[in-house]
């Protein structure tokens, strides 16, 4: 399956890829809307690592055998094993927090306000992710390896 793959040699830290991926999750998909009108605002699921001059984004690598999966006891975290998407279903989710405890890439965030998490999820409604699209530096890579 296609993942994203973060390219530290060329990261700026900018953050653009969070402000997309915060777009694109909001209900307007509009970028002044989503920051100055929701509530609350929507959050990035992706997150840009930095110290000093080293920076690079980090978002669910979408693992073959994923510990968030198996550690997750309502059924709200799962493997779709056709597209290989690691799948977040919030209706399901009780909060327990047990997916971000056993994710060994950190990359699963509390959503606090609904008491659930938030994770990447693909931009299922895109070709590309919208965090790839929107790096002006070619940081972040969408490919199969
Ligand atoms: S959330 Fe973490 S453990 Fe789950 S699939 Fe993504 S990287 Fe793997
Ligand atoms: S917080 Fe939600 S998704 Fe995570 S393990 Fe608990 S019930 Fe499952």
Redesign the pocket.
């Known amino acids: 399956m296609k993942r994203v793959y973060p390219r530290e040699e060329v990261c700026i830290g900018c953050h653009l890829c969070e402000i997309a991926c915060i777009v694109e999750h909001s209900a307007s998909k509009d970028i002044i809307k989503a920051f100055k009108a929701e509530t609350p605002r929507p959050t990035a699921r992706n997150l840009v690592e930095e110290e000093g001059a080293i920076s690079f984004s980090v978002s669910c690598r979408h693992c073959n055998e994923p510990p968030?999966v198996q550690?997750?006891?309502?059924?709200?975290?799962v493997k779709d094993y056709q597209s290989g998407v690691v799948r977040?279903?919030e209706e399901?989710?009780?909060?327990?927090?047990?997916?971000?405890m056993?994710c060994p890439y950190g990359v699963?965030r509390k959503n606090p306000v609904r008491k659930?998490?938030i994770k990447c999820d693909l931009c299922p409604e895109r070709p590309i992710p919208a965090c790839v699209e929107a790096c002006p530096n070619r940081a972040l890579i969408f490919e199969e390896r």
């Open positions: 968030c550690a997750c006891i309502s059924g709200a975290m977040h279903l399901k989710c009780m909060g327990c927090w047990s997916c971000i056993a699963i659930t998490v």
